[in-house]
């Protein structure tokens, strides 16, 4: 798979997405890379510790979180993915399910879209994304967690994002899928679908999966969000044990080292 100007590997390896929030309202690191500066000193780092893709979002998907303006969200994140394609030569990732927002980034240069609704929020990102040919990550989602056969639901709600980005012209080799985890899921769900992961498999997409420092770590071990990487680091080797491409994260460093560690093992 052809991300930016980089081939990936993405049945032999998995790969690191660096999370960048440029919010001052994420759960996780809210506020610490909204200026400019601040933010391409990070990507600096993350880049020197492994970081395969730079994931910018601007507005906070946390529970209870408040919706930007697409205005907003697009001064938020516009100026810092100008910045870093100018100053870095790696894939930008837009994490955004808004497709005047999407639009703006790929103007901007961004590289790959990230919706955390697979395509069903915006009725517009479809046919944008298929219109700039790049590729795009498409998470499961939903309003609540109201299952019957809970991975099988998941299943039918990708189908659901893969028909809609067939519909739209989206060419399956630009297609990644992420299960969602802390989205429309319950603790339980949550557990159960890192578990799974290989049941997704079934669509022949990469998949990647983001759990760092999410609330099914933090429940888990009764730990606060700035203390959950050891918890992230085993869903990170769970996603290499899966056949995940991709694990999206906080803790470029630790991340990396876990997979090479994990990789290891399984090549023997």
């Known amino acids: 798979m052809k991300i930016g100007s980089q081939n990936f590997e993405i049945n032999k390896h998995t790969y ?3 999370i960048l929030n440029v919010t001052p309202d994420s759960f996780s690191d809210g506020g610490k890379f909204n200026r400019i500066d601040h933010a391409l000193r990070r990507v ?29 969200e697009i001064q938020r994140v516009i100026p810092v993915i100008e910045a870093i394609k100018d100053r870095f030569d790696i894939p930008v990732s837009l994490d955004t399910y808004k497709s005047k927002v999407a639009a703006a980034g790929i103007d901007a240069g961004a590289d790959l879209i990230n919706d955390i609704w697979g395509l069903k929020y915006d009725k517009g990102m479809a046919s944008l994304i298929a219109k700039s040919g790049l590729p795009c990550c498409l998470m499961h989602n939903r309003e609540t967690a109201d299952y019957s056969n809970y991975m ?9 994002t893969i028909h809609i980005a067939a519909k739209a012209g989206i060419a399956d080799e630009k297609i990644i899928l992420d ?13 159960e679908i890192i ?39 085993v869903t990170t080797v769970f996603a290499v ?25 399984l090549s023997q």
């Open 44 to 72: 600096e780092e993350m880049i020197a510790e492994g970081a395969s893709i730079i994931d910018v979002g601007g507005e906070s998907t946390r529970p209870g979180y408040t919706m930007l303006s697409e205005e907003e």
């Open 195 to 233: 578990r799974c992961l290989e049941e997704l498999k079934i669509f022949n997409y990469p998949l990647l999966l983001g759990a760092s420092r999410k609330s099914v770590v933090g429940l888990t071990l009764g730990l606060p969000a700035d203390q959950r990487v050891e918890g992230t680091l």
């Open 241 to 265: 044990m899966k056949g995940c491409s991709f694990v999206r994260v906080h803790d470029i460093k630790e991340n990396v080292r876990a997979i090479r560690m994990a990789e290891a093992i």
């Open 16 to 18: 690191v997405m660096g």
């Open 152 to 160: 099988q639901d998941v299943a039918a709600d990708l189908a659901e």
């Open 179 to 191: 299960p969602g985890v802390g989205f429309g899921k319950t603790y339980e769900n949550n557990l």
